[in-house]
């Protein structure tokens, strides 16, 4: 019933998205009764006519009927939850009553829609009376006694209040409380008595209980989840510092499904009524902190943050909330949790944000009031979303510069990586000197927050800063602080080691690695392989593809590992080391051997004049397969491997199938037949495949035939899928690939396919992240050098790669563009970028994922560098980027994957976000169910219309004609 209330909510909002909140709910504050209807029994609503023409009867009702009225929002100052007093005190009970009618008559006069929710049913006055007794008991021990004592006089709310007294006894000091509790059998009596009565339990009760349960370390209790769930059928009724109190007990669920389900429908009355809600600790109320410590905006903000709950219209209703807080003063952690939620959830809101930094972050007199932590959890959380306000930054700077002696590692650390992430260096000389007092204190950091300081530098540009030197040699001259490495904290010092010029430390980093017995691992490797094939180093990365060889898992791997090691010989020019790799493989493992190398042993043999020992060495039949291969392909593949996650002991197998079903099910040098091989394997086995095959490959191949791109950048190889059907196409005019990949084992992958398809001469595969390989593209190929860019790799990406490349002057005057997955789960900024950028005829052609019957878009547009760079985009854009990241995160980690019809709505609502950004592409090919094909005529007609856009010019124009180039090896 919630969740459908809150979807009917949502969609409501959608309708009127563009509105932000505050509008959107100033002009109902309250439910409305269709909303009010959707949550259930026990509420009725009075709209405000038919309560002026009865007063008397509302009156009457409430007393008769047992109903209570509720406050409204802006006066929740005097907001009163359902009374618990004796019926003793009735006289001023009555008092209260007659007050608040008189209250609700002035609203109703003053037109506005009043509520009337259901009071407690009646209790016994011995029950009232327990209450106080319960709380005022003289301790844990005592409380729990008189409730045993009272077993059978206690009512379900005397229950809760007991539970709601021990968790304060806990806050107040009782560090020993919890753990007594849990060998305590007055405690599980209380807790059994409490779960057979919760029915009889408030709203307000329920939140006390969980509250309780989770103050009291008890979140194990079936009780907890169990109250979580009738607390939830009463939402319509809770008030909102019972609903914070709630959030917050139920962060640590660990189920995630289970808690972002609890969470979803404790969002439904914070979208509905957020507007209304407490801010809770505003500085003048310091002194009462504790009254609202859990019934403030601020926290139920924090709960969501912590809970991992990404539904946008929480935090847009959050938002304007605080927005129309902004006067009172929020204090320092109310601010820190503010940014630090939105942000971690990936939430970015300019308005929210840019307001708290002119009230707030760019106030040295309010900056003073916050601590190390406060500090720099905000600068992390504007870096986490990309939000850069110069001012706010410096003056935290300059914050963090004072107290810098407070500082404990993870202040240092996060600080320089704010600054290092939002690529700003801060105020002259303030960061390093922040880092060499971190370089005083090295001995206090552990292994991760060493790794980020390291990386942060590197990023910022102090390759000499002290502090690398300090903190490289503690991890290395350290197996406990060594041994802590977790693979991307190794990543980071590795890729930290690579910018700084340190390949030496890398080394020994590697070696100290492995000597403690860990693994170097993906990450690790990719920055490792990286260093070696960027630098002139040969003998480098002969050295780490070899420890890649022996570390791998089985011969597949290994000799596909040994074949890449060849192939980068031969190609740096060493044909006889690259001969010389495979000899050893045949000799030391001979069941590690595939086609691939035999082929390559033929390549190098006749390239060397030493055809008698490669046919020695191949034997009678060197190219056949080796029985051992092909077992897994004809056996099938482990249901693992085709899970959504492929990983742990499955990492890889899918993608090492692939080659396997090429190698068994294509012969070599024929790319079209790996290619269809690729898609059989997957098609039989109803096997995803993140590949851009069928219509989408259509896309590439038409797109690569028009442009005749000289030099095209791949971002993302996987298993070379994409990069064979470009390079099959580009290499009769003499085109060339350079395919960037981060995973050293799909590198080698891909170099293994792309030897046996014969294309291994015109792609060069570059190994490490797009970020650092990109600039190596510069020296490789030169400047205006890229006449087509192809980007597979992650959506929230795809702008700043691009973006990267312009800054670098790697794109020629008339690039084409073009990337996959643009509508799921989505890549809103990128599409911003050439919609609004310098570029033009930004097109979005609508085709079918492979293997599923869904819509997705490629999204391309052609370079025209005499329009202006993109302005920033609306904070619209924004929203729909965090709902992007949110479904991606939905269809990876989410017990139950987004159904097709949730697909379906998610893509709705983007496109209709675009609109309202003015930046909706012109959308190609519609395929819907009557138009199932993309034709190559389509693509056709998009560079022909571009050229016309363009004042008629000739097509040719737009291609980059193939020049027959030179490129460096
Ligand atoms: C969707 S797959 C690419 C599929 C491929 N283009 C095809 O159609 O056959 C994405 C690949 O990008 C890689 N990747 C992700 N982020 C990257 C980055 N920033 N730089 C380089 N590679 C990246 C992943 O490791 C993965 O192999």
Same mark, same amino acid.
């Given at each position: 019933?919630?969740?459908?209330?809150y979807?009917?909510f949502n969609?409501g909002?959608?309708?009127?998205?563009?509105?932000r909140?505050t509008?959107?709910l100033?002009?109902?504050?309250?439910?409305s009764p269709?909303?009010?209807?959707?949550f259930?029994?026990?509420v009725?609503s009075?709209?405000?006519?038919?309560?002026?023409s009865?007063?008397?009867?509302?009156a009457e009702?409430?007393?008769t009927?047992?109903?209570s009225?509720?406050g409204?929002?802006?006066?929740?100052a005097?907001?009163?939850?359902?009374s618990?007093r004796?019926?003793?005190r009735?006289a001023?009970n009555?008092?209260?009553?007659?007050?608040?009618?008189?209250e609700?008559?002035?609203?109703?006069?003053?037109g506005?829609?009043v509520?009337v929710?259901p009071?407690?049913?009646p209790?016994s006055?011995?029950?009232?009376?327990l209450d106080?007794?319960l709380?005022?008991a003289?301790s844990?021990?005592d409380a729990?006694?008189l409730a045993?004592a009272?077993?059978?006089?206690?009512d379900?709310?005397?229950?809760?209040?007991?539970l709601y007294?021990?968790?304060?006894?806990?806050k107040?000091?009782?560090?020993?409380l919890?753990?007594?509790?849990?060998?305590?059998?007055?405690?599980?009596r209380?807790l059994?008595?409490l779960q057979?009565s919760?029915?009889?339990l408030t709203?307000?009760d329920a939140?006390n209980v969980?509250?309780?349960?989770?103050?009291?370390e008890?979140?194990?209790?079936?009780?907890?989840?169990?109250?979580?769930?009738?607390?939830c059928?009463?939402?319509?009724?809770?008030?909102?510092v019972s609903i914070?109190?709630?959030a917050?007990?139920?962060t640590?669920?660990p189920?995630?499904?289970?808690r972002?389900e609890?969470y979803?429908?404790?969002?439904?009355?914070?979208?509905?009524?957020?507007?209304?809600?407490?801010?809770g600790s505003?500085k003048?109320s310091?002194?009462?902190s504790?009254v609202f410590l859990h019934?403030?905006?601020t926290m139920?903000?924090?709960?969501?943050?912590?809970a991992?709950f990404r539904e946008g219209?929480?935090?847009?209703?959050l938002s304007?909330a605080?927005?129309g807080?902004?006067n009172?003063?929020?204090?320092?952690i109310?601010?820190c949790n503010?940014?630090?939620s939105?942000?971690?959830v990936?939430?970015r809101d300019?308005?929210l944000?840019?307001?708290i930094c002119?009230?707030?972050?760019?106030?040295?007199e309010m900056?003073?009031?916050?601590?190390?932590q406060?500090?720099?959890n905000t600068?992390?959380?504007?870096?986490k979303?990309?939000f850069?306000h110069?001012?706010?930054?410096?003056?935290?700077?300059?914050?963090?510069?004072r107290q810098?002696?407070r500082f404990d590692?993870?202040h240092?650390?996060?600080?320089?990586?704010s600054?290092?992430?939002?690529?700003?260096?801060?105020?002259?000389?303030?960061?390093a000197?922040?880092?060499s007092?971190?370089s005083?204190?090295?001995?206090?950091?552990d292994?991760g927050?060493?790794?980020?300081?390291?990386?942060?530098?590197a990023?910022l540009?102090?390759?000499?800063?002290?502090f690398?030197?300090?903190?490289l040699?503690r991890?290395?001259?350290s197996?406990?602080?060594?041994?802590n490495?977790?693979s991307r904290a190794?990543?980071?010092?590795?890729?930290?080691c690579f910018?700084?010029?340190?390949?030496?430390?890398?080394?020994q980093?590697?070696?100290a690695?492995r000597?403690?017995g860990l693994?170097?691992?993906?990450?690790g490797y990719?920055? /490792?392989?990286? !260093? #070696?094939?960027?630098?002139?180093?040969?003998e &480098?990365? %002969?050295?780490?593809l070899?420890?890649?060889?022996?570390?791998a898992?089985?011969?597949?791997?290994?000799?596909?590992?040994c074949?890449?090691?060849?192939l980068?010989?031969?190609?740096r020019?060493?044909?006889?080391?690259?001969?010389?790799?495979?000899r050893g493989l045949?000799?030391s493992?001979?069941?590690?051997?595939?086609?691939?190398?035999?082929l390559?042993?033929a390549?190098l043999?006749t390239?060397?004049?030493?055809l008698?020992?490669?046919?020695e060495l191949?034997g009678?039949?060197?190219?056949?397969?080796?029985?051992?291969w092909e077992a897994?392909v004809l056996?099938?593949?482990?249901?693992?491997?085709?899970?959504?996650?492929n990983?742990?002991?499955?990492a890889y197998?899918?993608?090492?199938?692939?080659?396997h079903?090429?190698?068994?099910?294509?012969?070599?040098g024929d790319?079209d /037949?790996a290619m !269809? #091989?690729?898609?059989?394997?997957?098609?039989? &086995?109803s %096997?995803?495949?993140?590949?851009?095959?069928?219509?989408?490959?259509?896309?590439?191949?038409?797109?690569?035939?028009w442009?005749?791109?000289?030099?095209t950048?791949e971002?993302?190889?996987?298993?070379g899928?994409?990069?064979?059907?470009?390079?099959?196409t580009?290499r009769s005019?003499?085109?060339?690939?350079?395919?960037?990949?981060v995973?050293?084992?799909?590198?080698?992958?891909?170099?293994?396919?792309?030897?046996?398809?014969?294309?291994s001469?015109?792609?060069d595969?570059?190994?490490?992240?797009?970020?650092?390989?990109?600039p190596h593209?510069l020296?490789?190929?030169?400047?205006?050098?890229?006449?087509?860019v192809?980007?597979?790799?992650?959506g929230?990406?795809?702008h700043?790669?691009l973006?990267l490349?312009?800054?670098l002057?790697l794109?020629?005057d008339?690039?084409?563009?073009?990337?996959?997955?643009?509508?799921?789960?989505g890549?809103?900024l990128?599409?911003?970028?050439l919609?609004?950028g310098s570029?033009h005829?930004?097109?979005a052609?609508?085709?079918r994922?492979?293997?599923?019957?869904?819509?997705?878009?490629?999204?391309?547009?052609?370079r025209?560098a005499?329009?202006?760079?993109?302005?920033t985009?609306?904070?619209?854009?924004?929203?729909?980027?965090f709902?992007?990241d949110?479904?991606?995160?939905?269809?990876?980690f989410d017990?139950?994957?987004?159904s097709?019809?949730?697909w379906?709505?998610?893509?709705q609502?983007f496109?209709t976000?675009?609109?309202l950004?003015?930046?909706?592409p012109?959308?190609?090919?519609l395929?819907g169910?009557d138009?199932?094909?993309?034709?190559?005529?389509?693509?056709?007609?998009?560079?022909?219309?571009a050229?016309e856009?363009?004042?008629g010019e000739?097509d040719e124009?737009?291609r980059?004609?193939?020049?027959?180039?030179?490129?460096?090896?």
């Amino acid at each position: 019933m919630l969740k459908s209330a809150y979807a009917s909510f949502n969609d409501g909002a959608r309708n009127g998205r563009g509105l932000r909140s505050t509008e959107r709910l100033r002009s109902s504050q309250w439910y409305s009764p269709e909303e009010l209807s959707s949550f259930g029994d026990g509420v009725a609503s009075v709209r405000p006519e038919s309560v002026l023409s009865a007063p008397d009867s509302v009156a009457e009702s409430s007393a008769t009927q047992g109903l209570s009225f509720y406050g409204k929002g802006p006066s929740l100052a005097k907001f009163s939850p359902p009374s618990r007093r004796p019926e003793r005190r009735d006289a001023s009970n009555m008092f209260r009553d007659k007050e608040r009618e008189r209250e609700l008559s002035e609203q109703v006069a003053a037109g506005q829609n009043v509520f009337v929710m259901p009071k407690r049913p009646p209790r016994s006055n011995e029950c009232y009376a327990l209450d106080k007794d319960l709380s005022g008991a003289g301790s844990p021990s005592d409380a729990l006694d008189l409730a045993m004592a009272k077993a059978e006089v206690m009512d379900a709310p005397n229950w809760a209040n007991l539970l709601y007294a021990l968790a304060h006894w806990k806050k107040k000091g009782g560090h020993h409380l919890a753990a007594s509790l849990r060998s305590d059998s007055r405690w599980s009596r209380s807790l059994q008595r409490l779960q057979a009565s919760l029915q009889d339990l408030t709203a307000r009760d329920a939140a006390n209980v969980v509250w309780s349960l989770a103050t009291l370390e008890a979140k194990q209790e079936p009780l907890f989840l169990e109250t979580a769930d009738a607390l939830c059928g009463k939402l319509a009724v809770c008030d909102p510092v019972s609903i914070s109190k709630a959030a917050w007990a139920l962060t640590s669920i660990p189920n995630r499904d289970r808690r972002l389900e609890l969470y979803s429908k404790l969002a439904v009355p914070v979208v509905m009524r957020a507007d209304s809600f407490p801010l809770g600790s505003s500085k003048c109320s310091e002194s009462l902190s504790h009254v609202f410590l859990h019934g403030s905006l601020t926290m139920i903000c924090y709960s969501f943050g912590k809970a991992d709950f990404r539904e946008g219209d929480a935090y847009e209703a959050l938002s304007s909330a605080l927005i129309g807080h902004m006067n009172n003063s929020l204090r320092p952690i109310d601010v820190c949790n503010v940014i630090w939620s939105f942000c971690t959830v990936g939430y970015r809101d300019d308005v929210l944000f840019t307001k708290i930094c002119e009230m707030y972050l760019t106030k040295e007199e309010m900056v003073r009031d916050f601590n190390p932590q406060d500090l720099t959890n905000t600068t992390w959380g504007f870096c986490k979303v990309g939000f850069c306000h110069r001012e706010a930054m410096e003056t935290l700077a300059f914050e963090c510069h004072r107290q810098r002696d407070r500082f404990d590692p993870i202040h240092f650390s996060n600080l320089l990586y704010s600054f290092a992430m939002l690529r700003i260096p801060g105020p002259p000389s303030l960061l390093a000197e922040v880092a060499s007092t971190a370089s005083q204190q090295v001995a206090r950091f552990d292994a991760g927050n060493l790794a980020i300081a390291c990386w942060a530098l590197a990023a910022l540009g102090m390759s000499e800063h002290p502090f690398l030197d300090c903190a490289l040699e503690r991890v290395i001259g350290s197996s406990q602080v060594c041994s802590n490495l977790g693979s991307r904290a190794l990543s980071m010092l590795a890729l930290a080691c690579f910018r700084t010029a340190r390949p030496g430390r890398l080394d020994q980093l590697l070696d100290a690695t492995r000597l403690c017995g860990l693994g170097v691992g993906a990450s690790g490797y990719s920055a /490792a392989v990286m !260093a #070696a094939e960027q630098g002139k180093d040969q003998e &480098r990365e %002969l050295r780490i593809l070899r420890q890649m060889a022996a570390e791998a898992r089985d011969v597949r791997m290994q000799a596909a590992v040994c074949n890449s090691l060849a192939l980068r010989l031969w190609k740096r020019g060493d044909t006889a080391g690259a001969f010389a790799v495979l000899r050893g493989l045949k000799e030391s493992s001979p069941h590690s051997w595939s086609v691939v190398s035999s082929l390559l042993v033929a390549r190098l043999g006749t390239e060397l004049g030493a055809l008698a020992e490669a046919s020695e060495l191949l034997g009678g039949d060197g190219a056949a397969l080796d029985a051992a291969w092909e077992a897994p392909v004809l056996s099938g593949i482990h249901p693992m491997a085709a899970t959504r996650q492929n990983e742990g002991a499955h990492a890889y197998t899918r993608e090492f199938m692939t080659l396997h079903a090429v190698l068994c099910g294509a012969p070599p040098g024929d790319p079209d /037949a790996a290619m !269809a #091989a690729i898609e059989r394997f997957a098609e039989s &086995r109803s %096997l995803w495949l993140k590949i851009t095959a069928w219509e989408k490959g259509v896309v590439v191949q038409e797109v690569a035939r028009w442009a005749q791109p000289r030099l095209t950048v791949e971002i993302g190889a996987y298993v070379g899928y994409s990069a064979m059907n470009v390079a099959r196409t580009v290499r009769s005019h003499g085109g060339r690939v350079a395919s960037l990949e981060v995973d050293p084992l799909h590198v080698t992958l891909v170099r293994n396919m792309l030897e046996y398809a014969g294309l291994s001469d015109v792609v060069d595969v570059w190994t490490g992240y797009s970020f650092d390989s990109i600039p190596h593209l510069l020296k490789t190929y030169g400047p205006r050098s890229v006449d087509m860019v192809f980007m597979d790799q992650k959506g929230t990406r795809f702008h700043s790669d691009l973006a990267l490349m312009e800054e670098l002057d790697l794109l020629s005057d008339r690039a084409v563009i073009l990337a996959d997955n643009v509508l799921k789960p989505g890549a809103p900024l990128y599409i911003w970028h050439l919609a609004k950028g310098s570029y033009h005829h930004c097109t979005a052609i609508s085709v079918r994922e492979f293997l599923l019957q869904s819509e997705d878009w490629m999204v391309m547009a052609f370079r025209d560098a005499s329009k202006p760079p993109a302005p920033t985009p609306p904070p619209e854009l924004h929203r729909l980027a965090f709902e992007s990241d949110h479904f991606r995160k939905k269809s990876m980690f989410d017990g139950v994957a987004p159904s097709k019809s949730d697909w379906w709505k998610f893509s709705q609502g983007f496109v209709t976000g675009l609109e309202l950004c003015g930046c909706k592409p012109r959308i190609v090919g519609l395929h819907g169910r009557d138009n199932p094909k993309i034709t190559p005529e389509d693509v056709a007609r998009i560079f022909r219309t571009a050229a016309e856009e363009r004042g008629g010019e000739d097509d040719e124009v737009l291609r980059g004609r193939g020049a027959q180039r030179t490129w460096p090896s």
